[in-house]
């Protein structure tokens, strides 16, 4: 694997598949994050999936299954799991929860008369000046966007068996010749027959709906 973990084949290649795909954020759990990046394997063509690192495929089954029985799945070789929350502070003293309270009161008296002047301040001020902030905040500027790929034939047909799961062979057929030329009915059945069996795990999984 050449220095490179299994998380590491992992990502490269769900990358590969998917440009914008977003690594763990820090309010998403290890196990919603690899569902994501199991959601994007499992939509690569067979021949794509087939150049996968043994070890990365090993890993995506193992999990598969995982999922299936409705378990969690075990973190890929490198991966570093999310740190987990710290344990809430030691319970505080009667002593030292009342002198908290008293304290906090002392301090809310305080800070009461300011406020209420402050709140007066705000309401007087002139909506011209709102307006003024609207008419000089900056105008974002257009999102570019990005050129629409061309789809392959069989993420064409992948689509069409995704959009409509019960679809048949000479239905996707159809659709197929009319914008691709040379597509076997063999080519076909076998595209349309994985994608089905792949929404079917997904769905048992609890990744997809029905």
């Given at each position: 694997m050449a220095n490179k973990t299994v998380y590491d084949l992992l990502l490269?290649?769900?990358?590969?598949?998917?440009?914008?795909?977003?690594?763990r954020t820090e309010k998403e759990t290890d196990q919603k994050y690899l569902a994501r990046m199991m959601t994007v394997i499992s939509e690569a063509d067979e021949e794509v999936w087939n150049g996968l690192d043994e070890d990365a495929q090993s890993w995506f089954n193992d999990a598969a299954i995982a999922r299936?029985?409705?378990?969690?799945?075990?973190?890929?070789?490198?991966?570093?799991?999310?740190?987990?929350?710290?344990?809430?502070?030691?319970?505080?003293?009667?002593?030292?929860?009342?002198?908290?309270?008293?304290?906090?009161?002392?301090?809310?008296?305080?800070?009461?008369?300011?406020?209420?002047?402050?709140?007066?301040?705000?309401?007087?001020?002139?909506?011209?000046k709102a307006a003024a902030k609207k008419e000089a905040a900056p105008k974002k500027a257009a999102?570019?966007?990005?050129?629409?790929?061309?789809?392959?034939?069989?993420?064409f047909m992948r689509q069409l068996v995704i959009k409509k799961h019960n679809i048949t062979n000479e239905e996707v057929a159809e659709k197929v010749a009319a914008k691709f030329e040379d597509i076997s009915a063999a080519t076909i059945a076998a595209t349309a027959g994985f994608t089905r069996s792949v929404i079917r795990d997904m769905i048992e999984m609890g990744v997809l709906s029905s």
């Open positions: 490269a290649f769900v990358k590969e598949q998917d440009a914008d795909f977003e690594e299936k029985k409705r378990k969690d799945v075990d973190l890929p070789d490198g991966y570093e799991a999310a740190p987990v929350p710290e344990k809430a502070a030691r319970k505080k003293s009667g002593a030292e929860a009342l002198a908290e309270t008293t304290a906090k009161k002392a301090a809310g008296k305080k800070a009461a008369a300011p406020a209420k002047k402050e709140a007066a301040k705000k309401q007087a001020a002139p909506a011209k999102a570019a966007t990005k050129p629409k790929k061309e789809l392959s034939a069989a993420q």
